[in-house]
């Protein structure tokens, strides 16, 4: 767990989880953009960063058991879940996992770049891609800076862990159980493969309301050029999560 600003007395815990090939580093600068009343948590999975030694997880219920079991600490106080595809998937999947422990519910579940659950992601098998067309997928998605695509070694250190993390994505199943009890909000971007069908798709998650946002961008629309519209959003839709 990554706390980039530690506010102790915030009224809300935002706990982040990356995509696939990346890691708590991208929400370093949610920490002191969101409002000062927001304490950001970047979940860190193993085999990235400073956890680059372990070995990643390729299974997705094996994932959520240990998230959840690492997380439930800072479920103590009013928190949200936010995720951006791959992390989308996990933050769902400890808001159920945290309903079926009875542990306090989030207030607000965050998804972002994701169908919900029951759309067959396009790219599934991606695992068994070569090197090649994953680099030219990951070029095609942005995200990427071009002067790590071009080298060879750099890429030799992502190209496991990706593999690792769309394994892991190709094992979702959505959790058994009843609905959540908690508002979403979906967030994605207008020119992504996700189709805004998908998004809508998270409605059939929860008996609370939900709320889906488009953007102007491919799948990284909210670190590219939706950042500021995205955090907006966030901030507006964290604050009524704790106002009602």
Request: hydrophobic share 40%; proline share 9%.
């Amino acid at each position: 767990m990554r706390i980039p600003v530690p506010r102790p007395a915030a009224r809300l815990r935002l706990l982040c989880f990356h995509p696939a090939g990346g890691g708590p580093r991208m929400y370093r600068d949610w920490a002191s953009e969101l409002p000062e009343d927001i304490e950001v948590l970047a979940v860190q999975l193993p085999g990235r960063e400073t956890r680059i030694g372990e070995p990643c997880l390729t299974d997705y219920e094996r994932a959520v058991q240990q998230l959840h079991a690492a997380l439930r600490r800072y479920l103590d106080c009013p928190y949200a879940l936010f995720g951006h595809s791959m992390g989308a998937l996990l933050a769902y999947g400890v808001a159920v996992a945290a309903a079926q422990h009875g542990d306090r519910a989030p207030e607000r579940l965050l998804v972002s770049g994701c169908a919900g659950p029951g759309i067959p992601h396009p790219k599934a098998g991606r695992p068994g891609w070569s090197d090649q067309e994953l680099v030219a997928d990951l070029r095609s998605m942005g995200g990427t800076p071009e002067e790590v695509l071009a080298n060879p070694e750099l890429l030799s250190l992502i190209l496991p862990t990706l593999r690792a993390d769309f394994a892991l994505c190709d094992t979702f199943r959505r959790p058994a159980g009843p609905l959540l009890d908690c508002p979403l909000t979906v967030l994605g971007g207008l020119q992504d493969i996700v189709t805004p069908e998908g998004l809508r798709h998270w409605a059939g998650t929860t008996s609370a309301g939900t709320s889906v946002h488009t953007y102007p961008g491919g799948h990284f629309f909210l670190t590219e050029e939706s950042a500021a519209s995205v955090l907006a959003t966030v901030s507006a839709a964290l604050a009524a999560a704790t106002s009602a």
